[in-house]
């Protein structure tokens, strides 16, 4: 066949497989109006199936918007449909899309998904410029989806089977210990490490000041007093071996200079400190991402719109990306910047991989 001939079953599948990905962006918006207006919390809410009345009734919004909407996610098979048009979650559904506490919890990326889209505007001149921006250009609301995005987990997870599979660093957090937390985000991790070991001091770094303000916001409301929260630019960690432990969760690949932050976490451990990174588990090629990570292409996607623009918004930025540190390349710029030991932790996580690298 000649590369200009067009085979019709082929032309269809293409054409089926490209208006997939807009089906899923525009039911992506829909699923971000069934989180902001309360639709999943009330389906969740309600013990029997529900009316498009009875939704709009309970979240006081129009029926024959409440409807459209419904008939939207009950084609794309997100919520159930009876034959009388009563709708319902399935409990998993109910977990991913309307509870907040469990680990599954989905609605963070949903929730700044207008400010994400929002940046495909700026794209054109960030890719005649090469410029990108960082996360406070998705405004406030870009922070608490960040925060919505990781907190469930790390909520059911990082105290009871992240930290303790990092060697010694309980221990030395129950007896008093210093910890650094980089790339902070609203202080999440922070807080939670904070309440559970109170002889130990924390510090989370950020340059996002709307992620600061909410960190700071919490703890205002937590109580815990054995954390502050800064932006490195004005103060940077300190360089003189005092930290007992670093931990930085998915943010060194959004960083402009990550090189730089690893030989400054370097410098600020102990020599028997610890540093916990977590970061997207990458692997070491596009060729390998495609094949082996189904979800490659939103990674890749998001990539542009947020994680490499971040890590391209100074001009000399390196500008990682989403899938850029893959263990291989971890290990590698750790021991640049000094580190001698680099273990791969057995969690398992939809996303993250995560490791401890010791001086
Ligand atoms: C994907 S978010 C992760 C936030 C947080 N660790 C969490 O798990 O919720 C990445 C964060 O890295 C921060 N960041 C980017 N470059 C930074 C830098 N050079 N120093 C400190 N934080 C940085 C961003 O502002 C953003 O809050």
Redesign the pocket.
């Known amino acids: 066949m000649s590369t200009t001939e067009i085979d019709p079953d082929r032309l269809k599948m293409f054409s089926f497989q490209l208006f997939t990905k807009l089906e899923g962006a525009v039911t992506s918006g829909m699923i971000h109006l069934g989180d902001q207006l309360g639709l999943y919390s009330a389906l969740r809410a309600a013990d029997t199936a529900m009316t498009s009345a009875e939704l709009a009734d309970a979240t006081g919004l129009s029926e024959r918007w409440v409807r459209e909407w419904a008939y939207n996610q009950a084609a794309a098979g997100l919520i159930v449909a009876d034959a009388d048009e009563r709708f319902s979650l399935t409990p998993e559904a109910t977990a991913v899309l309307a509870s907040p506490d469990h680990p599954a919890y989905g609605m963070g990326m949903f929730h700044r998904l207008p400010q994400t889209m929002r940046a495909v505007e700026e794209m054109p001149e960030s890719f005649r410029s090469g410029l990108g921006h960082?996360?406070d250009s998705h405004g406030p609301q870009g922070a608490v989806g960040?925060?919505r995005s990781?907190?469930p987990w790390n909520r059911a997870f990082l105290l009871p089977l992240v930290l303790p599979a990092v060697e010694g660093v309980v221990a030395k957090l129950q007896h008093g210990a210093k910890l650094a937390d980089?790339?902070?985000?609203?202080g999440?991790?922070v807080l939670l490490m904070a309440k559970e070991f109170p002889r130990s001091t924390f510090t989370g770094?950020?340059?996002?000041q709307f992620?600061l303000a909410r960190a700071d916001q919490k703890q205002l409301e937590s109580g815990v007093v054995n954390a502050t929260f800064v932006d490195?630019r004005r103060t940077p960690l300190p360089n003189d071996q005092s930290l007992d432990v670093v931990t930085t969760?998915?943010?060194i690949h959004?960083?402009?200079?990550p090189q730089q932050?690893i030989a400054a976490i370097r410098a600020a451990l102990k020599p028997d400190g610890t540093w916990l990174l977590v970061d997207i588990k990458a692997l070491d090629t596009f060729a390998e991402n495609a094949r082996k990570n189904p979800m490659a292409s939103l990674m890749y996607g998001i990539s542009v719109l947020s994680c490499m623009s971040?890590a391209l918004s100074e001009p000399d930025g390196e500008g990682l990306g989403t899938l850029g540190l893959s263990q291989g390349r971890a290990q590698q710029m750790a021991t640049e910047a000094g580190f001698t030991r680099f273990r791969r932790l057995d969690i398992d996580h939809a996303v993250n991989a995560f490791y401890e690298v010791r001086p």
């Open positions: 960082d996360y960040i925060e990781f907190e980089v790339g902070c985000g609203a999440g991790a770094y950020d340059i996002s992620a490195p969760f998915d943010c959004d960083m402009t200079h932050m971040s």
